[in-house]
């Protein structure tokens, strides 16, 4: 209850719509608009820069108001920003496998798994998920991949593409809008809006197609809630994105988003992962397959990290002190210490737990969780400590 108290003002600030700082938000001159443009319009969304895109940060009820919707019943969000490559031919596989962290042959037609892109010193260069289409529409891989490492992330394969292989590439971004429908009512809003079973669909990284094939359906999501993930071509989405919110669905933009996936320690590319930390040094040993028949770029960097010991681990901080949200940026000390030993990679008020929340890369001897901890804000300090993730 103490929590809840501290933070009361910036609670109060996101519950009438003053939405938080976003990480990778920018001002380009030119945004692309989504193809859901008119429905934001339509309810009212307050419309930021983010990845190049106009996208809707909140809607008229507030980002706390559509984190808890999503966490106690259900919410979409366009994904329309978010980019798609296609990978195909007969040595797409094993060439594929080489420039990813997971191991594609654990997966089979119509199932996906969480893999990461890394460069040759072992940071990231994009986070992703890779999909084995089945032999009826293809038999390739289908990548879903971050909205700002789209031009990145295909230069990088077509620079390291054998196409003697046998390897075609595609970036298919422009042929699909997508939704994200999450929370504990996602499978009924499924059958509700389709008359159809989602549990046909299995948990964690399957897929379907649905319209005739036009439509790709992946279980998936990046709010820690059940949900799916709905790609389509771009004059369909909007259909689908109405018959979701006309069934009960909260329009949800990328503040909660931002909110839900912090709250369950996910990661965000550009902020939390980037070229220099490895995905060791960000919790995601789980996801890289050291072992994997013929290796991949950047392997013997992680397998000496592993050898050898991390050095630092992106952590979870908790406030523990009344004061303004943690943000991006925002200098971490020791607790009594006069020099910082990191700057959060993420920070935001946490909507279920009433306190800042952030993540930083902490040295390794810093990083065990109730690690008593100090963050700068505004020139001032306020105690926190390391907590385990997730923080909800």
Not at 46 to 57: L, S, T, V
Request: aromatic share 8%; glycine share 14%.
């Amino acid at each position: 209850m103490t929590a809840m108290r501290d933070c009361a003002e910036p609670l109060r600030r996101l519950q009438t719509g003053v939405s938080e700082d976003i990480p990778g938000s920018e001002t380009p001159t030119k945004l692309q608009a989504s193809p859901l443009a008119a429905e934001h319009a339509r309810l009212g969304a307050r419309m930021a820069a983010f990845a190049g895109w106009d996208m809707p940060i909140q809607y008229g009820g507030g980002i706390v108001a559509e984190h808890r919707a999503v966490r106690e019943s259900g919410g979409v969000f366009d994904i329309s920003h978010m980019g798609q490559i296609r990978v195909g031919g007969a040595g797409a596989a094993r060439w594929l496998n080489r420039l990813l962290t997971n191991d594609l042959n654990l997966i089979g037609p119509g199932e996906g798994q969480y893999t990461l892109m890394p460069n040759e010193a072992g940071g990231v260069i994009d986070d992703l998920i890779a999909y084995r289409e089945t032999d009826a529409n293809g038999g390739g891989f289908f990548l879903v991949v971050n909205a700002s490492k789209i031009g990145e992330d295909f230069a990088w394969l077509k620079e390291h593409a054998d196409f003697e292989a046998e390897v075609s590439l595609k970036n298919a971004s422009a042929a699909f809008g997508g939704i994200a429908v999450q929370g504990p009512r996602a499978a009924a809003l499924w059958e509700e809006t389709t008359a159809g079973a989602l549990g046909d669909l299995p948990p964690r990284n399957g897929m379907i197609r649905v319209e005739d094939g036009a439509t790709i359906v992946c279980r998936t999501g990046y709010t820690g809630e059940d949900g799916f993930e709905l790609f389509a071509p771009p004059e369909r989405i909007a259909g689908w994105f109405r018959r979701f919110v006309e069934a009960g669905a909260e329009p949800c933009g990328l503040g909660a988003r931002d909110t839900l996936r912090l709250e369950k320690g996910y990661p965000l590319n550009g902020a939390d992962l980037d070229p220099v930390h490895t995905p060791l040094e960000a919790g995601l040993g789980f996801f890289c397959k050291l072992d994997k028949a013929g290796g991949f770029i950047g392997r013997d960097v992680l397998a000496r990290q592993k050898a050898e010991g991390l050095a630092t681990k992106l952590s979870a901080i908790r406030r523990t002190a009344k004061g303004p949200p943690p943000r991006h940026g925002y200098a971490v000390f020791p607790s009594g210490e006069a020099e910082p030993v990191a700057e959060l990679t993420s920070g935001t008020l946490s909507p279920t737990l009433g306190c800042g929340i952030g993540l930083a890369y902490l040295p390794a001897a810093l990083a065990r969780a109730g690690t008593p901890l100090e963050i700068e804000i505004r020139g001032r300090r306020f105690a926190a400590e390391v907590v385990k993730k997730p923080f909800v």
